[in-house]
């Protein structure tokens, strides 16, 4: 209601300021009253006679007046924020190869080297005050720590080896290294896992050495030959000799502390010009004869 109020009154105004221009109302001032008046209140009645104005609230628009279209909501989309960068740090290492694969089996007491290849990708250079350490785990008689040989810069790749030496009891075995600044900050981790097998002592295989085998020299006279014996794993072997001139020499022992190689002399006289052999023979623990070594002997003297 009082917007149909304020409708009304506006029209009455705007009628009152137009009736000085209408000639109509021009002729008498009677007839401008009359006809003023008349107009207003033909004005009014049309207002509240309009189509369904006693049904109409107080809110309902005026019969005629288009209805607007409501404008669409807009929603502005979340701003979201950019991660702040983490800067990198002055020490950090990347795995990027390594030999001697995991779960590798050595026998027992077998010595061996283990590598590993990392990458710098801090932002301090790497000089050689800083070192590979044991940390935890097998050490496998492997040093403490193994000092870089020459600066590492950032983005560059080093390799560190490290000497090791399987443990005697079968099983498996890990050891835990780490990288060490120089001011003892610990990074780049490693490790390594090999097993170690079960393994019999034996000897493995002899071979024999002479600086020649056609000898030409004074008889009777001596010749020497030596014999390298090499065993799966550490004991100790019993051994002689013995040659075409059934020489033999005693039975001695020889102790291997690993898989290894050690070599024994023997010296054999001979008396004339001939084809000879020697051989070794294994008593502990293959009780087996290795060879023969031949060789021939051109004597000099009548």
């Known amino acids: 209601m ?3 109020t304020s409708i009304v009154m506006m029209l009455i105004a705007a009628l009152l300021l137009s009736a000085c221009n209408f000639p109509l109302f021009r002729s008498s001032g009677e007839q401008d009253s009359d006809t003023l008046a008349t107009a207003v209140a033909e004005t009014v009645q049309a207002l ?26 807009y929603t502005l989309p979340a701003v979201q924020e950019q991660p702040t960068a983490t800067p990198l740090p002055c020490n950090k290492a990347q795995f990027v190869s390594e030999t001697i694969p995991d779960d590798t089996e050595f026998a027992s007491g077998e ?9 710098n990708i801090g932002t301090c250079a790497w000089n050689t005050n800083y070192k590979l350490t044991f940390v935890s785990g097998d050490a496998m008689s492997g040093p403490a720590s ?7 810069a950032p983005n560059a790749q080093v390799t560190i080896s490290v000497d090791l030496t399987a443990p005697t009891d079968p099983g498996i075995y890990t050891g835990h290294w780490e990288m060490q600044a120089d001011d003892a900050e610990f990074f780049g981790k490693v490790y390594l896992r090999v097993k170690t097998k079960t393994v019999f002592f034996q000897v493995t295989g002899v071979t024999y050495y002479m600086p020649h085998t056609t000898i030409d020299m004074e008889c009777p006279g001596d010749v020497a ?9 550490a004991g100790t072997a019993t051994y002689y000799w013995t040659d075409s001139d059934s020489g033999q020499s005693a039975t001695k022992s020889i102790i291997f502390d690993a898989a290894e190689a050690k070599i024994v002399d023997y010296t054999m006289t001979v008396s004339g010009s001939g084809d000879y052999w020697a051989k070794l023979y294994i008593d502990q623990p293959n009780h087996q004869l290795f060879g023969p070594k031949n060789f021939t002997v051109n004597c000099t003297t009548p």
Request: proline share 11%; glycine share 10%; hydrophobic share 35%.
């Open 2 to 4: 009082v917007k149909r």
């Open 48 to 73: 509240n006679e309009g189509p369904g104005s006693n049904d109409q609230g107080p809110d309902t628009p005026l019969a005629g007046l288009p209805t607007l279209t409501p404008l669409p909501t």
């Open 111 to 119: 010595v061996f080297t283990k590598s590993w290849t990392l990458k």
């Open 146 to 152: 193994v000092n870089l040989v020459s600066a590492v």
């Open 225 to 233: 030959i030596k014999g390298e014996i090499t065993t799966s794993a």
